[in-house]
């Protein structure tokens, strides 16, 4: 059974630092990419950060230069480093698999960034 559980999130005040951490289990792990998404209250979920199978990066515009995407693919974790953290990166973070053309989602994790 595929499964992805979200961790890290908490309360920061602005231009401050989370990392959340994505634990996988399921699957193949080293063959698939994990996205990042994000969906704050009223808002569209919308994609933050992509990682490939073999480590290449990929990242929304608004979130270039302050975030960072990493894996581990001995334990099987992905991790979303997130620096200089502003009240509009506030939302619920989720991380997401596609795997034979169905995705797979975690719980999410809440961000809330004080101004």
């Known amino acids: 059974e595929v499964q992805l559980v979200e961790s890290g999130g908490g309360l920061v005040q602005a231009g401050g630092s989370l990392r959340l951490s994505c634990a996988t289990s399921?699957?193949?792990?080293?063959?698939?990419?994990i996205t990042w998404f994000r969906q704050a209250s009223g808002k569209e979920r919308e994609l933050v950060a992509t990682?490939?199978?073999?480590?290449?990066?990929n990242y929304a515009d608004s979130v270039k230069g302050r975030f960072t995407i990493s894996r581990d693919n001995a334990k099987k974790m992905v991790y979303l480093q997130m620096n200089s953290l502003k009240p509009e990166d506030t939302a619920i973070y989720y991380c997401?698999?596609?795997?034979?053309?169905?995705?797979?989602w975690g719980q999410g994790t809440q961000v809330t960034v004080s101004s």
């Open positions: 997401k698999l596609n795997k034979f053309a169905r995705d797979y």
């Open positions: 990682i490939t199978g073999g480590g290449d990066a």
């Open positions: 399921g699957f193949t792990f080293d063959n698939y990419a």
